[in-house]
């Protein structure tokens, strides 16, 4: 099996390739780095939920992609239909 990677970006505009670990609406775990010195971080859904940001040995980790997004990229490998939640 393939991990899934998604590409995030830092405050100060690198752009890295990480590993997902488990990947939620509310919460997505990457892992950074390889072997002995990889480090695990969370991303949680901003307040405007446009984006999921995180910190990581306090700098600012931020994937672009919405709640929405990640939901239906959810669905779509699970093959399951979007539960909307009304509010």
Not at 34 to 57: D, I, Q, W, Y
Request: aromatic content about 4%; charged content about 30%; some cysteine.
């Amino acid at each position: 099996m393939d991990d899934e990677k998604i590409k995030v970006h830092t405050e100060s505009d690198q752009t890295l390739e990480v590993v997902v670990t488990s990947k939620k609406a509310d919460a997505i775990w990457i892992l950074v780095g390889e072997g002995p010195h990889s480090l695990k971080c969370k991303l949680t859904p901003s307040r405007n939920s446009l984006a999921f940001v995180g910190s990581l040995m306090g700098r600012e980790i931020i994937y672009q992609r919405s709640v929405k997004q990640v939901q239906a990229d959810i669905a779509r490998q699970n093959q399951e239909p979007i539960i909307r939640v009304r509010r």
